[in-house]
């Protein structure tokens, strides 16, 4: 049997207190009454950490923020949610959850950062590689670390890095690589969690496994991941990183469609895409497909029936530093020209593999720069059937988003083969399905009621 804790909403700070048997908002009355060893925090502390979440969108203040040093703090935290039956917990990583769903209004959340550094082990297990990471970790530091010091790297990825190992592994952890190695999900041998009865566990495939599919892809309503056991490979040197653009959205999912149906040796080893918009604007139209600022976008290339949106297929090859120009070349012409992008609107540059994982960091930086990082972003994230991605298209990025979303518009297919049906994670019919994000950053300033209507 798996515990599942039920929210439990308090009315006011005095009731939440009285939970804990504290008195008031003491940080050691509640480290008391937890038994935690690592730090707690209280009152305008807490909130300042966890009382906002990424969408910007829920504002509610906790009890307190749990820091722990490790499993048992974890165990603790839950342990004192379990014995009350107004208290609630959540597991918060670097905060990106955009509906509220690492944050614990009148509870305790319990900050995952502060168990980064407790797990990192590379082994091998029957001739494979893998790294046993904090369940707190950033996967950018797992990035940088197993290339760094081992040559190696993890296999699949989401786009953006600053994201902890559990938070992702709690949703699905999806991008370029997901066609050929499943999410990140499927990538995992083992975990340690924190069960809901406040019991620290460890669960793989063959031990404990109704605890250990249920906890992936299950949005940490099943348990909180300490540590997971993730697979590696051998880390390439560099990265073809390409992206071509098509008028209409059958050709560009006919040629997304085959690319990821093929043998490995046989495609590209990242292939994503999205929709922008026919214009000039520079946050949703031509200006976002060009990879260098010596490129540029012609719209005299487009042919004359194109619409008011546009699609791109983003695509990468890895190689190494010992391979030749004119080997790498032609390893991409022969995919590249079984597709049929429109003529003269393709772009490419080489850079190192870390560089290339790390490409939406400097999204970020500019995003914090010019204020929309802190902006509501009332972000939708959804699994499309191949069946219904044509009325989609229609109804959603030619009408509801022609004139785009203020950011990125993602749309590119999976393979459910790729993918363990025994975790949380729900996919539509069909082996061939797409994953489709509206990424919307709103401008620094609007109304709320504007993005509520954004959100509707």
Sequence with gaps: MIAYIEPYFLDNESDAASVLNVTGKSSDGVSESL????????GGAAADIAGKDFGGMNCVKPLAVV??????????AVR?????????????????SINGQSMAEGGLVVDMRSTAENHFEVGYFGGTAFVDVSGGALWENVLKRCVSEYGLAPRSWTD????????????????GQAFRYGPQTSNVTELDVVTGNG????????ENSELFFSVLGGLGQFGIITRARVLLQQAPDMVRWIRIVYAEFDEFTRDAEWLVSQKDESSFDYVEGFVFVNGDDPVNGWPTVPLHPDQDFDPTRLPQSSGSVLYCLELALHYRDSDSNSSVDKRVERLIGRLRFDDGLRFEVDLPYVDFLLRVKRSEEIAKV??????????????????DIGDFEQKVFKELVKNGVGG??????????RWDDRTSVVLPEGEIFYIVALLRFVPPGAKASSVDKLVA
């Design 199 to 206: 019991d620290v566990v460890t669960c793989s495939e063959m």
């Design 35 to 42: 038994n935690i060893q690592g730090e707690i925090l209280c």
């Design 160 to 175: 953006y890095l600053g994201l902890t190992v559990g938070g992702t592994l709690s949703n699905a952890g999806v991008g």
């Design 80 to 96: 004192a949610a379990l014995s009350s039956d107004k208290l609630t917990v959540a597991a918060r990583g670097n905060g990106h």
């Design 67 to 76: 820091r722990p040093v490790g499993p048992e703090d974890i165990a603790g």
């Design 408 to 417: 990125p518009m993602l749309v590119y297919p999976l393979l459910r083969s």
């Design 370 to 387: 010019n204020g929309t990082w802190e902006t509501p972003h009332p972000w939708l994230n959804l699994f499309v059937s191949k069946r």
